[in-house]
């Protein structure tokens, strides 16, 4: 039986989009939390597998080009199936992609099933934030989207704590089985809770868009993840896929504006605030996404912490989050996202500013105190970012729109993580051979410092550290140029657009 629930007063969440929200965070929580939970065991992977370094990074590569080739279909996906079917295929697929990951009995067969996962991951983050923002309504989807922003935020924070806790107390296969029970409970909830669309069209798929785009961003990430292993963007191994995935890319670009049923419709840009939201969300992930991964490594590679202790000691950035970005969400629906991003920008600014500081010894109280600044402006400004975003649109153009913030998400995200370990390993590279001038005995030194680390010393390492983070910060107050251009002021919805109401089966 199929009843329907009215949307609430415009400003306000009521219990039926708590209840769809809620499926759309479990989904999100698995798809975010494989990527960093995975990324602690790759030691482990190397030791069980007896495969190099650079054989078992593919099971993170492999991941993160399924979720590039698939992200750019969640439009067209959405609109020949129904956000709720496509969403419950992704979980399942994403579900039967862990099952395999924990039966894997070689590195190779491990990247072939986390490829699978990635399928059904990259459809998972597009489809829920379609779904949220159809049943928020643009008056709420700044709220929304804050309670969406929970996992997408402290992801990166619990994965390295449960993957090293799970390798530590069980085994590698729980890094994958963890999935299993939130697989089903999200399957099961999905069903019962998602609305099923009445408005679906049988559209044609934009074959050549398709072979354009999806091979494009693959061959683009694949070169930009390859630098990191390089330590630099000059390699053929970099550069080649870097350019061929470009000139794919614009050649889409081309082709989508000319094209009348495109696989994405760029003419989205000529919104302004689309267009200026998407633009200060690239400087934003490519700044702080790509320091992020600097805090861990410090924690581990300089101060000798286990995975653990560094992920508990990343904790107050994500407590930081939980405070502002509730409020940020209804404040930014009530006034608009411009003076919360500023703000925001101005903390983060603070807090990054605060590592190039860094030191072998630098006080845990200090360091503590400037992640948690940086949390409270995380909480003010990725969110709201994305609101603005997806505020204007219209409902035909929800699912574009959603495609095109989850394939610049990852895009930018990718390329600011690259960037800055680039930078960080060059620094090392280049001072490699000095002494350990550390205040730590080498008959005490840590087993798991690397051996870059050892190359340079504590001292000189802390130092590269803290000159990368002066890239960092630099990175993140250009992000504030856009940001001045985002609206000050409530965003007016569009004319016919308001809340879908809530289908509770």
């Given amino acids: 039986?199929?009843?329907?629930?009215?949307?609430?007063?415009?400003?306000?969440?009521?219990?039926?989009?708590?209840?769809?929200?809620?499926?759309?965070?479990?989904?999100?929580?698995?798809?975010?939390?494989?990527?960093?939970?995975?990324?602690?065991?790759?030691?482990?992977?190397?030791?069980?597998?007896?495969?190099?370094?650079?054989?078992?990074?593919?099971?993170?590569?492999?991941?993160?080009?399924?979720?590039?080739?698939?992200?750019?279909?969640?439009?067209?996906?959405?609109?020949?199936?129904?956000?709720?079917?496509?969403?419950?295929?992704?979980?399942?697929?994403?579900?039967?992609?862990?099952?395999?990951?924990?039966?894997?009995?070689?590195?190779?067969?491990?990247?072939?099933?986390?490829?699978?996962?990635?399928?059904?991951?990259?459809?998972?983050?597009?489809?829920?934030?379609?779904?949220?923002?159809?049943?928020?309504?643009?008056?709420?989807?700044?709220?929304?989207?804050?309670?969406?922003?929970?996992?997408?935020?402290?992801?990166?924070?619990?994965?390295?704590?449960?993957?090293?806790?799970?390798?530590?107390?069980?085994?590698?296969?729980?890094?994958?089985?963890?999935?299993?029970?939130?697989?089903?409970?999200a399957i099961v909830y999905a069903w019962f809770a998602l609305p099923t669309d009445k408005d679906t069209v049988r559209p044609s798929i934009d074959g050549i868009g398709l072979l354009l785009l999806s091979p494009g961003l693959a061959l683009f990430l694949f070169g930009v993840s390859s630098s990191a292993e390089e330590q630099t963007f000059g390699a053929p191994k970099v550069y080649i896929p870097m350019i061929i995935g470009a000139l794919l890319i614009v050649a889409f670009v081309f082709h989508a504006l000319r094209s009348k049923n495109p696989l994405l419709d760029l003419r989205l840009f000529k919104n302004r605030t689309m267009l200026v939201s998407v633009l200060t969300m690239v400087t934003f992930m490519i700044a702080f996404f790509g320091s992020s991964l600097l805090y861990p490594q410090y924690f581990i590679g300089v101060r000798g912490e286990t995975t653990l202790i560094a992920g508990l000691l990343l904790a107050p950035q994500g407590l930081g989050a939980i405070l502002t970005m509730p409020i940020a969400g209804k404040m930014t629906d009530k006034m608009g996202p411009g003076k919360f991003v500023l703000g925001g920008l101005v903390l983060l600014v603070i807090g990054v500013g605060a590592f190039v500081f860094l030191g072998p010894d630098t006080s845990y109280l200090y360091l503590c105190g400037a992640l948690f600044i940086q949390g409270l402006g995380m909480g003010m400004t990725m969110m709201p970012i994305m609101s603005a975003a997806l505020a204007t649109l219209k409902p035909e153009q929800v699912n574009d729109g959603s495609t095109l913030v989850n394939v610049v998400q990852q895009t930018a995200s990718s390329i600011g993580s690259s960037v800055i370990t680039v930078i960080y390993t060059g620094l090392l590279s280049a001072g490699a051979g000095l002494a350990i001038t550390s205040h730590v005995a080498p008959d005490r030194v840590p087993a798991n410092i690397p051996q870059g680390v050892l190359d340079l010393g504590f001292d000189d390492a802390a130092s590269a550290f803290a000159t990368t983070f002066i890239v960092s910060t630099v990175l993140v107050a250009l992000t504030i140029i856009p940001a001045i251009f985002l609206p000050r002021k409530k965003i007016a919805p569009t004319e016919g657009v308001e809340a879908a109401p809530v289908m509770v089966h």
């Fill in 1 to 185: 039986m199929t009843s329907s629930v009215s949307a609430p007063a415009p400003d306000k969440l009521g219990r039926d989009v708590f209840i769809v929200a809620g499926v759309v965070v479990l989904g999100a929580i698995m798809s975010i939390l494989d990527v960093t939970v995975v990324g602690v065991a790759q030691n482990t992977f190397a030791e069980e597998f007896s495969s190099s370094p650079a054989s078992v990074a593919w099971s993170m590569t492999g991941y993160t080009l399924a979720l590039a080739a698939v992200i750019p279909i969640a439009s067209w996906a959405a609109s020949r199936f129904g956000t709720r079917n496509v969403y419950l295929v992704s979980l399942v697929l994403f579900l039967i992609g862990s099952v395999l990951c924990a039966m894997a009995t070689s590195i190779g067969t491990l990247v072939t099933f986390r490829v699978i996962q990635g399928l059904g991951g990259g459809l998972l983050m597009p489809i829920g934030m379609m779904i949220m923002t159809r049943a928020a309504g643009p008056a709420r989807v700044g709220s929304v989207m804050a309670v969406l922003g929970i996992p997408m935020l402290l992801g990166p924070i619990a994965g390295p704590i449960l993957g090293g806790w799970l390798i530590e107390v069980a085994s590698w296969h729980w890094v994958f089985l963890i999935n299993i029970p939130i697989g089903i409970i």
